[in-house]
Each structure stands twice: as C-alpha cells, then as structure tokens.
C-alpha cells in the first residue's frame, strides 16, 4: 500500500470513529472504554495501552475506529470537567 492509500484508510477509521461517538456508541465502564460497534459487537478499547478487542486492530496494528471513538469521548470529558 502507498503512503496515500494508508492515508485514506487512516481518515475513513477516523470518521467512523466520529460517527460512532456521534450514536453515542461510547461508554465507560469503571475499568476501561466500551465501544458498540454498527452490529452491537461491544469492542474493549485501551487507550493508554493503545490497543482494541476489534480484529481491524488486531489485524492492521493502527488505530481503529473504536480507538478514534473513545479518545474523542475522553476529550469531551476532560473539556466538561475543566469547566
């Protein structure tokens, strides 16, 4: 893959991520971040361990949707909590 499909690839997990967040798809549960995935799969996300419990991570090693999802949530958070 060339550096602009990797690219592609990397902005359409990101969007999907925001759209994820945008259903609310996004919870905590007390000991780490839950994400509903489109179907209902709940994927576990670790975001300081920088890793997911869904296989496009598993498979491709980057961030995925699910990551991209829970750090926008935790942000949101921080930025209310600040307040």
Not at 66 to 77: D, G, L, S
């Amino acid at each position: 893959m060339d550096e602009h499909t990797v690219a592609q690839h990397a902005i359409e997990r990101a969007r999907r991520g925001l759209d994820a967040w945008r259903r609310g798809a996004v919870g905590w549960t007390g000991d780490g971040w839950v994400v509903a995935g489109s179907h209902g799969t709940l994927y576990r996300v670790d975001l300081e361990g920088e890793s997911c419990t869904c296989r496009d991570a598993a498979i491709r090693g980057e961030v995925c949707q699910h990551q991209y999802a829970a750090t926008i949530e935790r942000a949101k958070i921080s930025v209310e909590a600040a307040r």
